[in-house]
């Protein structure tokens, strides 16, 4: 091509540099301090789009051509260094300072996050970015850098195709065609975001195609730059605007919950403002300020600031306390400073720098080697942990949740399932893929004990909370000529409280057409929700169990929910002991259905009950570990063992009910 594909201006943009460590310490401010999302994440996505567009477009224009192996090895030798490095760091620091409970689910993200698929494996693990209650690893955030290495891949197969297209059809309205392309990217990937967000917005939040259009902002920002004149004055304000803006998103909006659909263009636009001030030298534009020698020198390291910040964190939050004050706050982010300056310095630069790739990809091979010899070494330690556990339990030692009428008759033991094991002890339905997650609103069936020729059926409905039941009942049953369906649904109570629209008001809709013309004589379900004093909430349940039993003359099984927690149960047990969470246990108040549990026992509009919460104490108070077993995975679902512990309790219950049916 003798022509430019398009003229833009390659020139280094200091204040960009300034707007990338403002994005990183508004992340690292808001995470330490107000455990909320800043939009900064946003901020490096349009500054993204920006800069690789101006790269792809530069390298078309001085070669004529657009190759795979030097754009690929460009990334890698810019990407990899850091990410190497802090992961190995990570899996040194997690033998000695995380709690084992955390390990497994540490281990999985280091190999996501080294082959940047951790937002997938975030989205699809149910990780809600910013719940309390939820046990974080030191690397979700690396979620960011796993879309942004997506999208490289995405973008040099855009502009392969729009190159290939000029080509071939020798098209001259080279800019009108990118901007074609990238608007359909940006509309496209704009309304998905929005969709999304509203229906399931947990799973927006990570996954590639919501955040397409944040990029493809930046890129047409990119394309059409030289085209937008502004004069001085404009200039000066929308870049204080932006700045400012930028600033009080995470104050002005709830990000964690209503991103990244149309509000996430707040933070987007104000980048844009900020970028487009930059184009006009003022004298007290915001350009003054953020293109200091301090800003682009921070700037420079911005990245590697991002990277350690919620590192040292997390560390910080599992050895010493929750939430840090203004000093400790304030030495994290200095020392993200000091980590990400030394890093660049000795890491990164002397790799991607280096015009030799052979060593730069030596070295690089070495930092990987290392990690995935970590990762083995701490399966490996955990395996050999887990196994000498798993030789001494005996029924006798672990009752479980029996255990209850006589406690002191049980010898204390090491509890199960091992701290390491915890988190993944689920019920079978959520391991071979029955649960119905959040995605969609078909229903899913898992088929249990009994296929062919039993007795009769059981069908276990419901959310999560229905769920973790399960084992009880496969315990309770296996020795019955009996067949358990589990219809589950993540985040899904069996209730008329939802609207026809709504995913989770079509999923009850569909398992009510199920139940219809369904071989069921029995239906197993929760019928309060323990966290909540909305009478209007557990009434919506009763309602709905009571329509299966009246219009389909299904038996029905009420259970009163667990008692649920503000803080992760396993996490204060390895982290604080078992005393002290009982303390802090009992320090809640964990009844919040019990007026309209009694009233509704009372009443009984025919259906079957089970009050289950004397099991989850002893002597009248709350216990995290009972019978030697371990009872919750978090701060609301059972372990799936202590679940099982139910099936003696469970089996009086449903030979009760089935005796008549």
């Known amino acids: ?57 530069s390298t078309i224009n001085r070669t004529g051509e657009y190759r795979f192996w030097p754009y690929i090895t ?21 033998w000695f300072l995380l709690p084992k409970s955390i390990m497994s689910k540490t281990i999985r993200e280091v190999f996501a996050s080294m082959f940047f698929y951790q937002n997938w494996q975030l989205a699809f693990s149910s990780t809600d970015y910013l719940d309390s209650s939820q046990m974080k690893t030191p690397l979700e955030h690396f979620w960011a850098l796993s879309i942004q290495g997506q999208f490289y891949l995405i973008w040099f197969l855009v502009f392969t195709f729009i190159l290939f297209m000029i080509k071939k059809y020798r098209l001259t309205k080279v800019k009108t065609l990118i901007n074609t392309v990238l608007g359909i990217l940006f509309v496209s990937s704009f309304i998905y975001s929005i969709y999304l967000t509203a229906v399931n917005q947990p799973w927006a939040y990570f996954i590639t195609m919501t955040r397409v259009w944040e990029f493809a902002l930046g890129s047409l920002l990119c394309i059409n730059l030289s085209s937008i004149k502004i004069n001085k004055y404009i200039a000066t304000v929308i870049g204080w605007l932006g700045l400012i803006g930028l600033i009080l998103t995470g104050i002005v909006f709830n990000v964690s919950e209503m991103f990244p659909g149309y509000i996430a263009s707040w933070p987007m636009i104000c980048a844009l403002f900020i970028v487009l001030s930059g184009t006009r030298d003022t004298k007290y534009g915001v350009k003054r300020f ?85 990762i083995g070494s701490l399966l490996i330690g955990g395996f050999i942990g887990q196994t000498k556990l798993e030789q001494n339990i005996t029924a006798e030692n672990y009752p479980g949740a029996v255990a209850v009428n006589n406690p002191n008759a049980i010898p204390d033991q090491e509890p199960i399932p091992a701290f390491s094991e915890v988190f993944h002890d689920l019920p079978k339905a959520h391991l071979d893929g029955s649960n119905q997650g959040l995605k969609d609103s078909d229903i899913k069936i898992g088929e249990y004990g009994k296929t062919e020729n039993y007795d009769a059926t059981i069908a276990l409905i419901g959310s999560s909370h229905s769920e973790h039941w399960l084992g009880a009942i496969l315990q309770a049953t296996k020795d019955y000529n009996y067949r358990v369906l589990s219809i589950t649904r993540s985040g899904t109570r069996f209730s008329t409280g939802y609207t026809d629209d709504d995913l989770k008001g079509i999923w009850n809709k569909n398992v009510l057409e199920y139940l219809k013309n369904a071989d069921v004589d029995l239906i197993v ?22 329509y299966v039993k009246d219009e389909y003359g299904i038996e029905v099984l009420a259970i009163r929910d667990d008692p649920r927690y503000s803080f992760n149960v396993l996490e204060s047990l390895e982290t604080i002991g078992l005393e002290e969470t009982a303390k802090r246990m009992n320090s809640e108040e964990n009844q919040k259905d019990e007026s309209f549990w009694r009233q509704f026992e009372n009443e009984n509009k025919s259906l079957h009950t089970i009050d289950l919460t004397d099991y989850f104490r002893i002597n009248g108070k709350f216990h995290p570990v009972i019978g030697n077993i371990v009872i919750y995975r978090d701060n609301r679902h059972l372990t799936n063992t202590y679940s099982e512990s139910f099936g003696p309790i469970f089996e009086e219950k449903i030979n009760e009910i089935l005796k008549d049916v």
């Not at 990334?75 to 997690?94: H, N």
């Not at 050895?319 to 000093?327: A, H, L, S, Y």
Request: net charge positive; no cysteine; hydrophobic share 50%.
């Open 1 to 57: 091509m003798n022509q430019p594909l398009i003229n833009i201006e390659r020139k280094f943009r200091p204040e960009i540099e300034g707007l990338r460590f403002v994005a990183a310490l508004l992340v690292a401010i808001y995470h330490i301090w107000f455990n909320r999302v800043s939009g900064g994440v946003d901020v490096f996505f349009v500054i993204s789009g920006f800069l690789i567009t101006t790269s792809i477009i």
């Open 74 to 94: 460009k990334l890698m030798k810019r990407l990899l260094p850091s990410l190497f490095f802090i992961l190995g760091i990570v899996l040194v620091l997690s």
């Open 290 to 374: 953020l293109a200091s020698p301090v800003m682009v020198r921070l700037g420079g390291i911005s990245f590697g600031i991002y990277l350690w910040h919620w590192v040292l964190l997390e560390f910080y939050r599992y050895n010493v306390q929750e939430t840090p004050g203004f000093f400790i706050g304030t030495f994290i982010i200095i020392s993200s400073i000091i980590l990400s300056f030394l890093m660049t310095r000795y890491i990164e630069e002397p790799i991607r720098s280096s015009n030799n790739n052979k060593f730069a990809f030596k070295r690089l091979g070495i930092i990987g080697s290392v990690n995935v010899l970590l």
């Open 525 to 546: 379900s929760h019928a309060t929700a323990s966290d909540t004093y909305k009478h209007k909430i557990h009434q919506q349940m009763v309602n709905q169990l009571q």
